[in-house]
C-alpha cells in the first residue's frame, strides 16, 4: 500500500498557530474583553501542507464589530473604506445613556446605576483609532515561525525517506 | 468494510476502559463534535481522522487502516493535568492492540503518528492531542 506522506504534523502546524495565538493575546494587553475570547482551533494536514484556524469572539458579532474597529480603524479614523462618523441609534431603548466629560449645559443628564450620564436620541460617532493587533502579530511571529516550520518539514521530509528507502531495500 | 461509528465507538470503549488509571477514570470520554450542551472538565474526545479501505496486491486481501486522534481538555491555570492524562493514554494504547467484543473491532499494534503538547485553546482551556494509526480488521 502506498503510504500517505506528511512532510508537515500536526504538531508543526499547532505550534505555529499556538506561536501566533499568543502573539495575539500579549497584543491584545488592553482589551481583556477580546484577550479571552481568542480561540486557537485544531490544525488540519494532509499531503499538500496543513492549516490551523484562530478566531477571536467567534459567536459574538458586537465583539467581532469591536476587534475589527480596533484593527482596521473605524470612523473618521477607518484604513479601510471611506472615512466619516457613523450613526448609532438605540436599538433596545428610547434613548442612548453614556457617560461624557463637561456636557454641553443643554444635553439632559440621567442617573443610572449611581453614575451621571448623557441622555441623547442618536450620536454622530467619530469612530476608534486602529490599534493592530493582529497584523502586528503576524509580522512579529511569521518569520521565526516560519523558520521553525521549515526545520520542522526538512526534518519530516528526511524522516519520510529514511522510511521510504527501507522499504525499498 | 467498518464503519466510521463502530470505530470510533471502539475507540471511546477502549479509552473508558482505562479505569485503572485513576485519572481517567471519571472523565467524560466523547467524540470530538459531540454537540451536547453539559461539559465537564477534564475530558476526553476521539476524532476519527481517516479510514482508508485498501486492496494490498502483495497479499491478494483488503486492508482497513485508520488515524485517529484523541484530545485532551483541561480547565485547570497550569498544563500539567492536560499532560499527564496524555501521556497516561500513551503509555496504555502505544504498541498495543485490542480487540472490542462488542463492536466487533480489532485494532492492530497502534503507532503514535503525532504527539502535540499542551497548548492553549482558549482563555480557560488547555487542549493536548495525541494522534494514533493502526490496522484494523474483524476479530
Known sequence: MARNIQIVKISDITRFGDSLAKSIRANLKWSKKLRNKVKLHKGKVNNNGGEISITIADGDPNLQGMARAFEFGSGIHATRGTRKKYLIKPKNARALWFYMENPHPKIPLYIKGGKIGVVLPKVLHPGVEARPFISKAIQSTISKATEDLAISVRKNLIEELRIVLKDIK | ?139
Open chain 2, 1 to 139: 468494510m467498518l464503519g466510521d461509528e463502530v470505530i470510533q465507538a471502539a475507540i471511546v470503549e477502549k479509552l473508558k476502559s482505562l479505569a485503572p488509571f485513576g485519572l481517567v477514570q471519571s472523565m467524560e470520554v466523547r467524540e470530538l463534535s459531540w454537540q451536547g450542551d453539559t461539559f465537564t472538565y477534564p475530558n476526553i474526545r476521539v476524532d476519527l481522522e481517516s479510514n482508508e479501505w485498501v486492496f494490498d496486491e502483495q497479499e491478494r486481501c483488503n486492508l482497513q487502516y485508520v488515524t485517529f486522534s484523541i484530545y485532551i481538555f483541561s480547565e485547570q491555570r497550569s498544563s500539567k493535568e492536560c499532560s499527564q492524562i496524555k501521556t497516561l493514554i500513551i503509555n496504555a494504547l502505544v504498541g498495543m492492540g485490542f480487540t472490542s467484543v462488542t463492536q466487533q473491532v480489532k485494532f492492530s499494534r497502534l503507532r503514535m503518528v503525532d504527539n502535540v503538547p499542551a497548548i492553549r485553546e482558549d482563555a480557560n482551556t488547555w487542549r493536548s492531542q495525541v494522534q494514533f494509526g493502526s490496522r484494523i480488521s474483524n476479530p
